[in-house]
């Protein structure tokens, strides 16, 4: 995926819900089900956000769990296909293993 524009800063709000838009039409969501994949990660965002508090011993099943609610709703909101090529897209994302964080913490 690319970087973010401005040479890595963060993105705001807007613009990560823009570029999620984008992402998402290119793999052949019409503008309702983009809204709903965006509705399902914005209300799972604090919750993966809680995450940080909890254990590094707990984070591997907490994390798998709210994946798995995360996925059960993107099956119901899409198509089959369609909520599969999501699902691959967002694990992608985070990387062999789930991990995905900015590093700090891990071991080496």
Known sequence: MAQPPGGGQQMTPEQRTAMMKERYKGMGLNDVQVDSVIAINNDMRPKMMALRQASEADR???MKAMTDERNTRLEKALP????KKVIESMSMQRG???GGGRGGGGKK
Request: aromatic fraction near 0%; hydrophobic fraction near 40%.
């Open 60 to 62: 591997p099943t907490l």
């Open 80 to 83: 089959a296909d369609l909520a």
């Open 96 to 98: 062999p293993g789930g």
